[in-house]
């Protein structure tokens, strides 16, 4: 095969993948609509990053770049407003970039009472940077919620008194989440992970969960 024909072949392949992933796109948004409609929330396929970032400047809206906000779903769950929405950003450039998709669960004011922390899933890196004075709020009293989770934020005590012995409990079981606090504004999310259509409403209750066993009284 001639040089030319193999470029053509690849940007043939290239373009294929590109109008796959457009198309599977495109069912997502459809689907995401429909599950937006079952629920009686409202929908938007394109949301603003900037305007949701006035509901909560959560850590999460600080990663990265080529932010972009889809799916968009706005509603009312146990009485807290709430937005969940797909979301995705760009670390790096190049060979080295790599995107995260994550499906967030937005509860604007739906943290008050709470100090500001962010609370994520503890990797190798953390637990090294953890020796060289990387902050990680730890409980002698849950060595299994320590040694998963990494949790960080400027008022300790504060931060301690929230997570109480019931809460320990709850994410020493319920691994992967991540949670931040600003200004009472909670955003909760499975990072690098979007949830299926159909799963939407079990996504949503599951968040839910996640909020109330930091503040049932919220």
């Given at each position: 095969?001639?040089?030319?024909?193999i470029?053509?072949?690849?940007v043939?392949?290239?373009?294929?993948?590109?109008y796959?992933?457009?198309?599977?796109?495109?069912?997502?948004?459809?689907?995401?609509?429909?599950?937006?409609?079952a629920?009686?929330?409202?929908?938007?396929?394109?949301?603003?990053?900037?305007a949701?970032?006035?509901?909560?400047?959560?850590?999460?809206?600080?990663?990265?770049?080529?932010?972009?906000?889809?799916?968009?779903?706005t509603?009312?769950?146990?009485?807290?407003s709430?937005?969940l929405?797909?979301?995705?950003?760009?670390?790096?450039?190049?060979?080295?970039?790599?995107t995260?998709?994550?499906?967030?669960?937005?509860?604007?004011?739906?943290?008050?009472?709470?100090?500001?922390?962010a609370?994520?899933?503890?990797?190798?890196?953390?637990?090294i940077g953890?020796?060289f004075g990387?902050?990680?709020?730890?409980?002698?009293?849950?060595?299994?919620?320590?040694?998963?989770?990494?949790l960080?934020g400027?008022?300790?005590?504060?931060?301690?008194t929230?997570?109480?012995?019931?809460?320990?409990s709850?994410?020493?079981?319920?691994?992967?989440?991540?949670?931040?606090?600003?200004?009472?504004?909670a955003g909760i999310?499975?990072s690098?992970?979007?949830?299926?259509?159909e799963?939407?409403?079990?996504?949503l209750?599951?968040a839910?969960?996640?909020?109330?066993?930091?503040h049932?009284a919220?």
């Open positions: 095969m001639s040089p030319i024909l470029v053509v072949a690849i043939a392949g290239f373009g294929g993948l590109i796959w992933a457009a198309q599977q796109e495109k069912k997502r948004t459809e689907a995401m609509a429909a599950a937006c409609q629920m009686g929330y409202t929908f938007e396929e394109k949301g603003d990053v900037e949701l970032r006035t509901f909560g400047d959560l850590p999460v809206f600080g990663h990265g770049h080529s932010k972009t906000a889809r799916n968009v779903m509603g009312t769950v146990a009485d807290h709430l937005k929405f797909d979301y995705r950003y760009t670390t790096g450039g190049g060979k080295d970039s790599h995260f998709q994550q499906t967030v669960a937005l509860f604007p004011g739906g943290a008050q009472g709470l100090p500001d922390f609370l994520a899933p503890e990797n190798f890196f953390h637990k953890g020796f990387y902050q990680d709020i730890d409980f002698e009293a849950s060595p299994d919620f320590s040694s998963h989770y990494l960080r400027s008022d300790e005590m504060a931060i301690r929230a997570f109480s012995a019931d809460a320990l709850f994410f020493a079981q319920q691994r992967g989440w991540n949670v931040e606090v600003r200004s009472a504004h999310y499975r690098g992970k979007r949830c299926k259509p799963e939407a409403p079990a996504y209750a599951e839910l969960r996640v909020l109330l066993a930091l049932p919220a």
